[in-house]
């Protein structure tokens, strides 16, 4: 009570528009990405390259696993999905994989995607609030990604850990 003082309020309100503007960014040149990878009809192409590589879901899902954390480090997450959705799922749903169980393996690599260098949206906005260099942050983080990554190969090797509740709830 009465400790808000104008400076104060001013220094908040740079660090806002500091970690606000650091993290408009990133998400813009993510956009720009996913918008020349459309351009490009690089989804098109690499569809027809999955499913030319193999018909096996669980190929298919690692492929699609290492896809998306490559894509999951350099890009914002809703602009990975607009871009990778139209890649993955035509050639994943033709192999048989569950799109409740696809979902959430696209959700767990674009997360462990924030908190991976070289961008690491989330890693950038931790350093700021912090105050601990992004350098910093991404050495100290690399033993929290493993962890993840053992769950999601975990998720997506046994597709009934993501899918027995939809199952239980809405089929027969």
Same mark, same amino acid.
């Given at each position: 009570?009465?400790?808000?003082?104008?400076?104060?309020?001013?220094?908040?309100?740079?660090?806002?528009?500091?970690?606000?503007?650091?993290?408009?960014?990133?998400?813009?040149?993510?956009?720009?990405?996913?918008?020349?990878?459309?351009?490009?009809?690089?989804?098109?192409?690499?569809?027809?390259?999955?499913?030319?590589?193999?018909?096996?879901?669980?190929?298919?899902?690692?492929?699609?696993?290492?896809?998306?954390?490559?894509?999951?480090?350099?890009?914002?997450?809703?602009?990975?999905?607009?871009?990778?959705?139209?890649?993955?799922?035509?050639?994943?749903?033709?192999?048989?994989?569950?799109?409740?169980?696809?979902?959430?393996?696209?959700? $767990?690599? $674009?997360?462990?995607?924030?908190?991976?260098?070289?961008?690491?949206?989330?890693?950038?906005?931790?350093?700021?609030?912090?105050?601990?260099?992004?350098?910093?942050?991404?050495?100290?983080?690399?033993?929290?990604?493993?962890?993840?990554?053992?769950?999601?190969?975990?998720?997506?090797?046994?597709?009934?850990?993501?899918?027995?509740?939809?199952?239980?709830?809405?089929?027969?």
């Amino acid at each position: 009570y009465k400790e808000l003082t104008w400076e104060r309020l001013l220094a908040g309100a740079r660090d806002t528009v500091r970690a606000t503007a650091t993290i408009m960014f990133i998400v813009s040149a993510a956009a720009i990405f996913a918008w020349v990878l459309t351009v490009e009809q690089v989804p098109a192409q690499m569809s027809g390259l999955l499913l030319g590589f193999s018909q096996n879901p669980v190929v298919l899902l690692l492929l699609a696993n290492v896809m998306l954390l490559v894509v999951g480090m350099f890009m914002e997450s809703i602009a990975a999905i607009m871009v990778m959705t139209p890649l993955l799922v035509p050639p994943l749903m033709e192999a048989g994989v569950d799109p409740v169980h696809l979902g959430i393996v696209v959700v $767990l690599n $674009l997360m462990i995607g924030l908190l991976t260098p070289p961008v690491g949206m989330s890693l950038y906005l931790v350093s700021i609030i912090s105050n601990v260099p992004f350098a910093r942050m991404a050495r100290v983080i690399w033993p929290f990604l493993v962890p993840l990554l053992v769950s999601l190969l975990i998720v997506t090797l046994v597709p009934s850990i993501s899918t027995w509740l939809p199952d239980l709830m809405f089929r027969k």
